[in-house]
């Protein structure tokens, strides 16, 4: 155990012998073990030391005494400030400037108080001697161009003169310049942004403006409004104007928009087309179907052309421009009656008028002979007779074949044989044959 020696530690050494402390400390020696000094012996500083020995001379300008930009000095147990011009006090803490000394700065006003001076500093300035400037406005909180305007962050107000609130340069106010703190203002914006003509509004001119909303637009001639950040358009699609706010006139015939030899009109808005005859459409670009009305009477086949029709009447028995002219077949020489037939014409034909006994559209068949009976009857009655004299003579040779009463079979020999000269045969007629 430290502080003890010999064979069972019980023999106390004594360590003061040897002056561990240091700086003048007082040293006590330790006795009993387990007691109050069982270090074996304890350092005793003098004010203005510490540490186990006492080795530490302790830094009384830590905590920065001096005011007012004085140097601190250390001493034991002490410390001594070297004041600056104009400065008096164990801390510097006597300000002895007047306003003689003319240090305000950047135009401020001096006024002579009790302790020194206070400068009353113009707006844009801050700081004991308003050497700075704490203009807000350098920050730039106003956006998208809006106009930022400087204004003071803080003032004393009632019985507390304005002059003696100084600001710092984070425009708080320093609290210890007015006599009572409930009468320091701070203002939370030191600017003010001027946000017109930007676009925007808000505090910081960040929020844009819904000009189409608002109808603080100046789109024009049915021109859409388009809000768009900080400003907006105006969408002239389809109103025949153009430019910015669509108040200028298109003039569409400047790109010739007008087909098949049309003329253009400039209009305001939109422009026109004069077709040329045989066209339509509000380009002119559909060529006139002039077939469509069915100019073709009668059958006519009409066939389209530009700015006209052709009627074709072939086969209807018309003619002219639109076959509603009849045809005068008889008179054109365009019949085909026959010859002494009467050709009689009608609406879109012609019938032929024949002669007694003709017959046939173009009374083309011969006349009928009906008026000469004897050239059928004639004939007629040499075939009844021709026919009377076969049938009689078929009636006399049946007759005469029965009177035979028999029949006649051949044989194998008579069937296949014709050689056999039918003279072998001959018998009286009148026999017969078994
Ligand atoms: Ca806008
Ligand atoms: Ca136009
Ligand atoms: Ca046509
Ligand atoms: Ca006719």
Request: charged content about 20%.
């Amino acid at each position: 155990m430290d502080g003890y020696e010999g064979k069972l530690c019980g023999v106390d050494i004594a360590e003061c012998d040897s002056d561990p402390c240091m700086n003048g400390a007082t040293c006590l020696e330790s006795r009993t073990p387990g007691q109050e000094f069982f270090v074996g012996y304890l350092c005793n500083c003098r004010n203005g030391f510490e540490g186990a020995h006492c080795q530490v001379n302790i830094d009384e300008c830590e905590s920065s005494p001096c005011l007012n930009g004085g140097h601190c000095e250390d001493g034991v147990n002490r410390y001594t400030c070297e004041c600056p011009m104009y400065f008096e006090g164990t801390d510097c803490e006597r300000d002895t400037r007047t306003c003689d000394l003319a240090l305000c700065q950047n135009g401020a006003t001096c006024i002579d108080i009790d302790n020194g001076f206070a400068c009353r500093c113009v707006v844009g300035y801050g700081g004991a001697l308003c050497e700075s400037a704490i203009n807000s406005c350098a920050f730039e909180p106003c956006k998208n161009t809006g106009v930022c305007k400087y204004e003071r962050a803080c003032q004393c107000l009632n019985s507390v003169p304005d002059l003696l609130a100084h600001c710092k340069s984070n425009e708080t106010c320093e609290y210890e310049t007015c006599v009572d703190l409930k009468d320091c203002d701070v203002r939370e914006l030191a600017y003010s942004c001027d946000c017109l003509g930007t676009g925007y509004a808000g505090v910081n001119c960040t929020e844009d403006i819904d000009e189409c909303q608002t109808g603080d637009n100046d789109c024009s001639n049915s021109g859409r409004c388009v809000n768009t950040l900080g400003g907006y358009s105006c969408d002239c699609s389809g109103t025949g104007f153009t430019g910015d706010f669509c108040t200028e006139d298109i003039d569409e015939c400047d790109a010739l928009p007008c087909m098949n030899g049309a003329s253009c009109t400039n209009n305001r808005p939109g422009f026109e087309c004069s077709c040329a005859g045989g066209y339509q459409g509000p380009l002119c670009e559909t060529e006139t179907d002039e077939c469509a009305s069915g100019p073709c009477q009668n059958g006519g086949v009409c066939r389209d052309r530009i700015n006209g029709y052709a009627c074709n009447c072939n086969n209807t028995g018309y003619t002219g421009q639109g076959c509603t002219v009849d045809v005068d077949e008889c008179t054109v020489n365009g019949h085909r009656c026959s010859s002494g037939s009467t050709c009689v014409n009608l609406p879109g034909t012609y019938r032929c008028q024949c002669p007694d006994g003709y017959r046939g559209d173009l009374c083309e068949r011969l006349p009928v002979q009906g008026a000469q009976p004897h050239r059928v009857l004639i004939p007629a009655l040499v075939f009844l007779i021709f026919i009377l004299i076969i049938s009689v003579y078929s009636w006399w040779c049946l007759r005469q074949a029965r009177k035979m009463q028999g029949k006649y079979n051949p044989a194998e020999e008579e069937k296949y044989d014709n050689s056999l000269p039918m003279s072998a045969f001959e018998v009286d007629n009148d026999e017969r044959l078994v």
